[in-house]
């Protein structure tokens, strides 16, 4: 009689337990997981050809940003969709014609729309601006903190870039900072473009093209198109410095000097401040 209470007992437990177990498997809550939106073709892949004008240090560092965030002041972080996404590319070492200073950097910057629908058709990069440094690349630091300011707004996003130029037997060492946030049309842009006429971006791989496309780049800023096979070549002559795609777009920058000669080894932005340490500093 004792064991058949007890065997009771334990069946009413064990129907009890599994009618629990079932009632929380079914009133369980999904578990969230990843979906696929879209995925790039195979063509449309960041730019990272090769180039024969890069030094033999050099280094392809590539940053991809959203061109611009909304400024609302509950929500800092909103990305603003219809103005697209940036892919910034600089090369550390890319040799110049320049005989004083044959190796300097250059950055390339482009743009595409953003596009979030599965299967759907992209846009290729579209060449903004291309900008050279006068010496090869140390160092880089993207300042991303958007630190809001006395006024309510956020600081803008800023990329420094060290570089240094040999001064006899020294090193110069300066920061190139560029605003990403101060995206805008060169001035020049409107009158180039009238100067040389519409179709200068069509040039093609000839020779004759190609001089005429160095001579556009050099003397009135209008870059080739970056895919042409004479286009480094273009871009490492004596006396190129700048030029802006079909969209005449380009960052707002300023070059700022480090006194003093020793290696730089720690660098960063913060907001408007540059912290930099340099080898055998007794304070850091």
């Known amino acids: ?42 063509s449309l892949k960041l730019r990272t050809t090769g180039s024969s ?16 965030y909304l400024e609302l002041s509950d929500t800092p972080g909103v990305i603003n969709l219809d103005a697209g996404l ?6 550390t070492e890319f040799r110049t014609l320049q005989a004083r200073q044959p190796l300097g950097g250059l950055l ?27 010496g090869p690349v140390r160092l880089t630091y993207l ?28 090193m110069a060492y300066a920061t190139r900072i560029y605003d990403l ?10 009158a ?15 020779t004759e093209a190609a001089v005429q496309a160095a001579k556009i780049a ?10 042409l096979k004479l286009a480094d070549s273009i871009f490492a002559g004596a006396y190129f410095r700048q030029c802006v795609g079909r969209a005449g777009l380009k960052f707002h920058s300023v070059d700022v000097g480090l006194p003093g000669a020793q290696d730089v080894i720690e660098f960063s932005l913060r907001g408007s401040t540059l912290l930099y340490s340099r080898l055998n500093d007794v304070v850091r």
């Not at 578990?31 to 995925?39: D, F, G, K, V, Y």
């Not at 004008?53 to 611009?68: F, M, R, S, V, Y």
């Not at 946030?181 to 409107?190: G, P, R, V």
């Open 1 to 42: 009689m004792r064991y058949a209470l007890r065997t009771r007992q334990g069946i009413l437990v064990a129907v009890g337990a599994a009618y629990i177990f079932v009632l929380a498997w079914f009133n369980r809550q999904p578990i969230p997981t990843t979906a696929l939106l879209h995925e790039s073709d195979n």
């Open 218 to 227: 050099a003397e009135n800023w209008l870059c080739p198109d970056d895919e």
């Open 143 to 170: 300042d991303r903190t958007r630190l809001r300011q006395p006024d309510g707004q956020h600081a803008p996003r800023r990329l420094a870039v060290l570089y240094y130029v040999a001064d006899q037997e020294t």
């Open 53 to 68: 004008h890069l030094g033999t240090k050099n280094k392809d560092i590539h940053w991809l940003e959203p061109t611009q």
């Open 108 to 134: 390339k910057v482009y743009r595409k729309p953003l596009q979030f629908v599965k299967g759907g058709v992209e846009d290729a990069w579209e060449l903004l601006f291309v900008d050279r440094l006068p």
């Open 181 to 190: 946030e101060s995206l805008h049309k060169a001035k020049y842009f409107d």
């Open 86 to 91: 940036l892919h910034i590319r600089l090369h």
């Open 192 to 206: 180039a473009v009238k100067k040389v006429g519409p179709k200068w971006w069509e040039l093609g791989n000839d």
